[in-house]
């Protein structure tokens, strides 16, 4: 499996962008997703994450209500929708797949085995 997020960028405070992480591999549809995020200095953290199915989602407490994470088997793509935006949103953003089949916790970043190389997200003040 290999990802290739894209859709970063420079917005405003209260703009909005959408991240996108297209992956190649027959076994995606079989892989939840995750979107990380890391700030200059300090450690990666988990922003969202859906189930292989779409039919669970999680968000860190920082982001919810103004993300979506979704994702389109059919289209091997996951998508980060990133409303009200907010100058601590700023880090670059990695999209992340779960071994297929893999059963378990999804919300850490030890749950995940294959990572995209980053896409740079900067919201001014």
């Known amino acids: 499996v290999q990802l290739q997020a894209s859709g970063g960028g420079l917005v405003q405070a209260g703009g909005s962008l959408r991240l996108s992480c297209e992956t190649s591999?027959?076994?995606?549809?079989?892989?939840?997703m995750g979107w990380f995020r890391q700030a200059p200095g300090k450690e990666r953290d988990v922003v969202a994450a859906?189930?292989?199915?779409?039919?669970?989602?999680y968000y860190a407490d920082s982001v919810k209500g103004r993300f979506t994470i979704s994702r389109n088997n059919a289209e091997n793509m996951v998508y980060l929708q990133m409303n009200s935006l907010k100058p601590e949103d700023t880090a670059v953003y990695y999209c992340?797949?779960?071994?297929?089949?893999?059963?378990?916790?999804?919300?850490?970043?030890?749950?995940?085995?294959?990572w995209g190389q980053g896409t740079l997200v900067t919201v001014s003040s």
């Open positions: 591999g027959r076994t995606f549809s079989r892989s939840d």
């Open positions: 859906i189930r292989w199915s779409g039919s669970t989602t």
């Open positions: 992340a797949a779960s071994y297929p089949g893999r059963i378990g916790s999804y919300t850490h970043s030890d749950d995940y085995y294959y």
